[in-house]
């Protein structure tokens, strides 16, 4: 699967496993720029790893949080 294979994404399932955090948490415990995690995030998304679970209004805009929900059956 395409989604996966890039080690940003396999990093954030990782964290996304036990806890739901947004595009701005995950940047910050990987160290890497919000658009780069607001990017990986959308493509999990996409992929139908990742879903929104949540949203909060924050600093004038809308912080999504998001959830792992991956089944892996075959």
Known sequence: ???LAHPTRVR???LLRTET???SE???RLRIRFGSAQ???RTLERAG???RVGER???GGVEVKRLK???FAG
């Open 69 to 71: 929900i991956v089944s």
């Open 1 to 3: 699967m395409r989604a």
């Open 39 to 41: 990017y990986h995030l």
């Open 57 to 59: 209004h924050k600093r």
């Open 12 to 14: 954030m399932l990782h």
């Open 21 to 23: 955090l947004s595009a």
């Open 49 to 51: 790893i990742a879903r």
């Open 26 to 28: 995950l940047g910050r």
